[in-house]
């Protein structure tokens, strides 16, 4: 088989609130990190070993508006998309790399009020417009200097 596979799946907490970009044809791109976290017994110590990971995620246009309006820091969530490496120059003209999740699906895991329901519901129907990559080439046209976050 000669195919590849590019897909993410994690579950997380928000590290940052979402920050939004907007570009001048009405689209837009939010960012926020997500942590995870791997904990096991060292068997020489037989002491518990927590270890953190930070993910840069990237969603787009109305799902973007969706994840500023109802998450925050601390936040459960799931994600699902693909890992996407960019390279941009920082202030100094040094070249920078970053890896994101572009994210193509999302649920909230937080249950803050009897609303949960209607916003999960909402943010599966967004889920098809997340496909949307009009915008990727303006995001890689538009590099804000201060990434990463």
């Not at 596979?5 to 837009?28: E, P, S």
């Not at 202030?91 to 999302?106: A, L, N, P, V």
């Amino acid at each position: 088989m000669s195919g590849t596979l590019n897909k993410v799946m994690l579950i997380g907490h928000l590290g940052d609130q979402v920050k939004m970009h907007y570009f001048d044809d009405k689209n837009c791109i939010g960012r926020f990190p997500i942590a995870t976290n791997e904990t096991y017994t060292n068997k020489q110590t037989n002491e518990k070993v927590s270890n953190t990971e930070w993910h840069n995620i990237v969603v787009r246009n109305k799902a973007a508006e969706v994840c500023e309006k109802y998450l925050n820091k601390g936040d459960r969530v799931y994600i699902e998309g693909r890992l996407k490496t960019r390279k941009w120059s920082d202030d100094k003209g040094q070249e920078r790399y970053t890896t994101e999740i572009i994210c193509s699906d999302f649920t909230f895991l937080t249950n803050k009020n009897e609303n949960f329901e209607k916003l999960k519901t909402k943010s599966q129907s967004i889920n098809s417009s997340l496909n949307d990559s009009s915008i990727e080439n303006q995001y890689n046209n538009n590099e804000p200097s201060d990434l990463p976050f």
